[in-house]
T-cell receptor, first 114, second 111 residues
Framework: DGGITQSPKYLFRKEGQNVTLSCEQN?????MYWYRQDPGQGLRLIYY???????QKGDIAEGYSVSREKKESFPLTVTSAQKNPTAFYLC?????????????FGPGTRLTVL | EDKVVQSPLSLVVHEGDTVTLNCSYE??????LLWYKQEKKAPTFLFML????IEKKSGRLSSILDKKELFSILNITATQTGDSAIYLC???????????FGPGTSLSVIP
């Protein structure tokens, strides 16, 4: 079955630690996205990538980093510089930059900083 | 600054009621407007609207876009408890496939 997988489902981290969230897709999609969801604020874009080895900052990129070494994978690292990392993180992909008509979402990772 | 606004932010109705959810936007390089339903985890796609005045329907759900007034509505008729969810409106821009989401409308349907 084609789709997007995110792991882990739940993640706990101590303050001051970096943590990496995994996102993998087997849809052969060019574009991939990371969103953060906080209660009452909808989805906010962190980073997006239109093609392998290229990515762009979204609206709230500070304290986060990404890489896109493979088409299928777009991992997100939440660094210790992110002041309020506790949130629900969603990864998405779409078929081709500029012509896609919808985004497919993964199941999400809920990150809690203790 | 691009923005998408939804109203109401929350809504409680009884089963069988009809509801209308609103979405307005101010976005440069508009391409399409998207509606999603989010229950517990990831949003699921409902509609994509690109042209004004053409209603899209799927069962009890329907939606229409007004590109002149920069507005869209999502209608749900004969609501059921399974319609309880957050409904997200989003705008897809022509450049770089960037999508701007609204804050969502939380709908609760009670028996």
């Amino acid at each position: 079955d084609g789709g997007i997988t995110q792991s882990p489902k739940y993640l706990f981290r101590k303050e001051g630690q970096n943590v990496t969230l995994s996102c993998e897709q087997n849809l052969n999609h060019d574009a991939m996205y990371w969103y953060r969801q906080d209660p009452g604020q909808g989805l906010r874009l962190i980073y997006y990538s239109q093609i392998v080895n290229d990515f762009q900052k979204g609206d709230i990129a500070e304290g986060y980093s990404v890489s896109r070494e493979k088409k299928e994978s777009f991992p997100l690292t939440v660094t210790s510089a992110q002041k309020n990392p506790t949130a629900f993180y969603l990864c998405a992909s779409s078929s081709a930059a500029g012509v896609s008509n919808e985004q497919f979402f993964g199941p999400g990772t809920r990150l809690t900083v203790l | 600054e691009d923005k998408v606004v939804q109203s109401p932010l929350s809504l409680v109705v009884h089963e069988g009621d009809t509801v209308t959810l609103n979405c307005s936007y101010e976005v440069t390089n508009f391409r399409s407007l998207l509606w999603y339903k989010q229950e517990k985890k990831a949003p699921t796609f409902l509609f994509m609207l690109t042209s004004s005045g053409i209603e899209k329907k799927s069962g009890r759900l329907s939606s229409i876009l007004d590109k002149k007034e920069l507005f869209s509505i999502l209608n749900i008729t004969a609501t059921q408890t399974g319609d309880s969810a957050i409904y997200l409106c989003a705008v897809l821009k022509t450049s770089y496939d960037k999508v701007i989401f609204g804050p969502g409308t939380s709908l609760s349907v009670i028996p």
